[in-house]
């Protein structure tokens, strides 16, 4: 916030990043599932709500959701 970035709103998650699926659907095919824990980021994304959006990943959390919604997912390496 500091150097003026303005902060819209929250996506849905599922619990814990793992498990239980999200009540969020996949924007392209509502009778399937936008993918991981990042799930909100990738569907908000993906339906132009906003230009990126920020997710985590602890197995494909990332790339699943981005793939599953055709956008683009960056996945830093661990520790760089």
């Not at 699926?21 to 009778?31: F, Q």
């Amino acid at each position: 916030r500091a150097p003026g970035a303005i902060i819209l709103g929250k996506t849905v998650t599922t619990q814990f990043a793992c498990m239980d699926p999200s009540p969020t659907r996949n924007p392209w095919k509502t009778s399937q599932t936008p993918g991981g824990s990042s799930s909100g980021s990738a569907a908000a994304v993906a339906l132009g709500m906003c230009m990126f959006a920020l997710g985590t990943q602890t197995g494909g959390s990332i790339i699943r959701p981005s793939s599953y919604c055709g956008v683009v997912g960056l996945k830093p390496t661990h520790g760089r």
